[in-house]
């Protein structure tokens, strides 16, 4: 049986424009966002849903409108709006953007929303950029309206229990880590990273939770360090933004995580070298079965994290 995982891993070009863009119309950047506040009054947990998949969805609302099922997304280097719906909201055009998916790469259009309130947190002057989603309606089990992303990750402190689910946002300002302790994260094109030890391997991974699998690792990865090689594994395809590629399914024996050992760790090895996979500045990206083991706290603006090991279950009597 083919096994089949999203990630919606979907990234803006943040170089600047390429070398002929000079006989182009349009800028090829992302537009700058705007201030955030914070409503001191509002609860920070958000209303959350989980998809069949397993995914976190929220409700944002956007120049004053309910905005429908967000995927709310750490593997998205910039918030989107799913073409279908986007005329909904008068959004001001902004810039023609080069883009990187799972299934490759292209150039899209980005808008602007004047205002983007999600929870306890506004965000004016946000880019926005359009895509088709509705093909995850058949994943998911929702019509999907856009995806959180970096232009609101940036902005605040998250907890995040995938689990519960639960997520919370904070001002950055006074906040205090509950329990726990901060670690670094460096941002890779907008999206977190951190560093894991697999079967003997160091390695740099994204934290994608619009992943709803375990280990995805690079093809450069899989095929520098034969990572297929006397491995058990099936057919398997991994898709997202920009189409499906091939791919195999398969376990690692295990994955240590801030001090954490987690054994028997599902994992998919892409076979193309395609979109945000083709990469070899990491090794691969950490989604929801890895990091579910986890209570995460983001922050973005000061680079840095917090894994908290779930507590465990209590034993029964």
């Known amino acids: 049986m083919k096994t089949v995982r999203l990630a919606l891993v979907l990234l803006p070009s943040l170089a600047g424009a390429p070398a002929h863009a000079s006989a182009q119309r349009h800028s090829t950047t992302a537009p700058p966002q705007g201030a ?11 209303e959350v849903t989980r998809a069949k998949t397993g995914h976190l969805l929220v409700q944002p609302t956007i120049n004053g409108r309910e905005a429908g099922w967000f995927i709310f997304d750490t593997g998205a280097g910039i918030c989107v709006i799913s073409t279908p719906v986007a005329d909904r909201f008068e959004l001001e055009p902004a810039a023609e953007i080069p883009v990187e998916g799972v299934g490759g790469n292209g150039t899209t259009s980005s808008l602007v929303a004047d205002t983007l ?10 880019p926005l950029l359009q895509t088709d989603l509705s093909f995850l309606r058949e994943h998911l089990g929702y019509e999907i309206a856009g995806v959180i992303g970096y232009g609101v990750l940036s902005k605040c402190i998250v907890e995040l229990d995938l689990r519960s689910p639960r997520i919370a946002l904070h001002d950055a300002a006074g906040y205090t880590l509950p329990a726990g302790e901060w670690m670094p994260l460096e941002l890779d094109e907008q999206i977190p990273t951190v560093k894991a030890t697999y079967e003997g391997r160091e390695g740099r991974f994204q934290l994608d939770i619009g992943s709803n699998g375990g280990m995805t690792f690079q093809e450069p990865t899989v095929r520098r360090l034969a990572l297929l090689s006397g491995r058990q594994v099936t057919d398997s395809k991994l898709g997202g933004v920009g189409g499906f590629i091939a791919a195999k399914s398969g376990r690692i024996a295990w994955l240590e995580l801030a001090g954490v050992r987690l054994t028997d760790v599902d994992a998919t090895f892409p076979l193309e070298a395609k979109g945000v996979g083709a990469k070899d500045t990491r090794d691969g990206s950490l989604g929801v079965k890895v990091l579910e083991s986890f209570l995460v706290t983001f922050d973005y603006a000061g680079e840095r994290i917090s894994f908290r090991p779930r507590p465990a279950a209590p034993s029964g009597g």
């Open 36 to 46: 955030a506040g914070f409503d001191a009054s509002a609860k920070p947990e958000l």
């Open 117 to 126: 309130e999600l929870g306890p947190l506004t965000l004016h002057d946000v």
